[in-house]
């Protein structure tokens, strides 16, 4: 049977922990997070295999918007770079109007809140966003538009009550 003996332990100097890590993009040690490199996937090319090859921004006052009716999915970005999804959605349909639940048949909730704007630059915002196609705005948040009316879905309740909360 063999033996295991304890050898002395060493600790790698900061150079040869630096030297050996391997960051996201190269990124150098210092940026890392809580043990974890700081990452940016806003150039990342998503759902290859739906055939989406890469994703359009398009402009939209201050916010960037690429909604992908292939993939269903939409990135966020403002000059600074990527931007929280809620932030997105606040800066384009923040002064939107909520009409009101109705009950919904195809979509990825059973009910979706139907919103409206009197204003046609604001209107102007849903042409970032493919037409009669759901996608997936934020976590647990999808949204479509005929051009008009801005369709938000989701089956997580306290975002459907937040979402209601000023009505």
């Given at each position: ?12 100097s900061?150079?040869?922990t ?5 960051g996201?993009?190269?990124s150098?040690p210092?940026?890392?997070i809580?043990?974890?490199?700081v ?6 090319e ?13 402009v939209?006052?201050?916010i ?6 292939s ?7 403002d ?28 979509s990825?909730?059973?009910?979706v ?6 204003s046609s ?8 966003f493919p037409?009669h196609?759901?996608v ?20 997580h309740?306290l975002?459907f009550?937040?979402?209601t909360?000023r009505?």
């Amino acid at each position: 049977m063999a033996q295991i003996r304890p050898g002395p332990i060493t600790n790698p100097s900061a150079a040869e922990t630096a030297s050996s890590w391997r960051g996201c993009r190269g990124s150098p040690p210092a940026q890392k997070i809580l043990s974890q490199p700081v990452c940016s996937f806003s150039a990342m090319e998503l759902n290859r295999l739906n055939g989406c090859d890469k994703h359009q921004f398009a402009v939209v006052g201050d916010i960037r918007v690429a909604a992908c009716g292939s993939c269903r999915m939409v990135e966020w970005a403002d000059s600074t770079g990527e931007i929280d999804p809620s932030e997105g959605m606040a800066a384009l349909f923040g002064s939107f109007q909520l009409i009101g639940p109705l009950d919904a048949l195809g979509s990825p909730a059973p009910e979706v809140l139907v919103y409206q704007t009197s204003s046609s630059k604001k209107r102007k915002s849903l042409q970032a966003f493919p037409a009669h196609v759901w996608v997936k705005a934020a976590p647990d948040l999808w949204l479509t538009h005929d051009g008009e009316l801005l369709l938000l879905a989701t089956n997580h309740r306290l975002l459907f009550e937040n979402l209601t909360r000023r009505a």
